[in-house]
């Protein structure tokens, strides 16, 4: 019996993703699948179910039917409790997952012997750099942020000489200089603005330089990176020791770009009140790290306020706000861990034990596998 693999459409309203576009669904036909997919899936990034068909998908109507039948179920928001519970025991389960914080659903998905990947703990490897969805969708997400500071803010990005006077650049900020922060940058830099930016990784000033930004310096002493490239988290006086410095920096700014996240935590709050506070009515903040917290305190999650005068965009999945480049690039990164895990004699995926998937796998054969995960339920429960 060919595997049957299963891709749901997304019904939230905050997703307009498709989890495989149809060029990834046809290299899975051609490797001898059986993929079968949701009405609809691909429509909000302006893909008609016939374009799926096409390359050989069957379009089915009936989700209870592909969650229950699937040996392989591709999605992109993580399953509500019920839809778990439908889930074909032994099925491989690839969403994004939020573990750190669905306890529940893990547990959930051991007891239904659900074998759940988590795309977001997907290792930042070079080896997994091609199946990095938070790499592809950070860049996304950095360049749709700047774009809509500029729609949002009553001025223009670049410098302006006219007989009718000169009008000098956008002055932008972007706090976080990783795989989001530097797309921000570039974008900012590509409309003519002014860009300043400051991340704690030492790592990340020469990358700044190289966009043509300004870095700012701030002695926090030791700061560094885990091995695996990621911040690790400041200690409270080396925070506060950063919004003071931080502070003059928003002042100046007509816009600002959060970005700052710290692997597993809540992400550290950079713009406090008081900062939000002096900076210019009609300025704008975008906080892409809305989804894990916020950096900027006063910022409501999918929504935009105005804090004396000052504009706070919440927005969440920002790389949604380009959901056909998004679509396509997220695809490409699950054909990529599909592939890696494809076995073609018995043409379905085999679940290896190798460094990729002892991150990412987190439940498998009825236990949760994944010891930090483990641990918080033995944490919680005890
Ligand atoms: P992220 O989304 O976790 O964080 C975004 C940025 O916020 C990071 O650059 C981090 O240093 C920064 N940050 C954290 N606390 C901060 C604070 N208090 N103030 C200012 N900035 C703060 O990280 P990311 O963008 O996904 O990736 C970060 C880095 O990881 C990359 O730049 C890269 O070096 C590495 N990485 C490596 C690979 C790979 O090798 N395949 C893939 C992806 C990322």
């Known amino acids: 019996m060919p595997v049957k693999i299963g891709v749901l459409r997304e019904n939230a309203l905050t997703e307009p993703r498709a989890a495989l576009v149809p060029a990834g669904v046809e290299r899975l036909v051609k490797k001898g699948a059986v993929v079968e997919v949701e009405t609809g899936v691909g429509l909000r990034s302006n893909i008609a179910d016939e374009a799926y068909a096409i390359v050989g998908a069957s379009i089915v109507s009936d989700r209870s039917r592909l969650l229950a039948s699937s040996d392989i179920l591709v999605r992109l928001q993580k399953p509500a409790l019920e839809e778990a519970d439908l889930l074909k025991p032994g099925s491989i389960h ?10 529940k659903l893990v547990e959930r998905l051991a007891q239904k012997s659900v074998n759940a990947v988590s795309l977001e703990m997907i290792p930042r490897t070079t080896r997994a750099q091609k199946m990095d ?3 592809s969708q950070a860049s996304l997400a950095g360049y749709a942020a700047v774009i809509l500071a500029a729609e949002r803010l009553l001025k223009i990005f670049p410098l302006m000489m006219t007989p009718a006077g000169t009008i000098s650049p956008a002055r932008v900020l972007v706090l976080g200089a990783g795989v989001a922060g530097l797309q921000a940058i570039a974008t900012a830099k590509r409309l003519g603005a002014r860009v300043e930016a400051f991340d704690t990784r030492p790592a990340a000033e020469e990358q700044v330089l190289s966009l043509g930004a300004k ?13 695996g490239g990621y911040a690790k988290a400041l200690t409270e006086e080396q925070l506060n020791r950063q919004r003071q410095a931080l502070l003059e920096h928003c002042r100046n700014a007509d816009v600002v770009i959060t970005t700052a996240q710290v692997f597993g935590k809540k992400a550290p709050i950079l713009v406090t009140r008081e900062m939000v506070e002096a900076m210019k009515p009609g300025s704008v903040i975008v906080d892409l790290a809305v989804e894990s917290g916020g950096n900027v305190e006063g910022i409501v999650f999918n929504e935009e306020v105005v804090k004396n005068g000052v504009r706070l965009v919440g927005f969440a999945n920002l790389a949604g706000r380009v959901p056909m480049d998004a679509s396509q690039m997220i695809s490409s990164n699950i054909i990529a861990l599909v592939e890696e895990y494809w076995d073609a004699e018995s043409k379905s995926m085999v679940l290896k034990e190798d460094d990729i998937l002892k991150g990412c796998l987190i439940t498998r054969n009825g236990k949760i596998v994944h010891p930090s995960i483990e641990s918080l339920i033995h944490h919680t429960t005890v």
């Open 215 to 227: 870095f700012i310096k701030i002695d926090l002493g030791e700061t560094g990176q885990t091995q």
């Open 133 to 135: 969805v938070l790499s």
């Open 94 to 103: 690839i969403s994004f997952l939020d573990p750190f914080n669905d306890l």
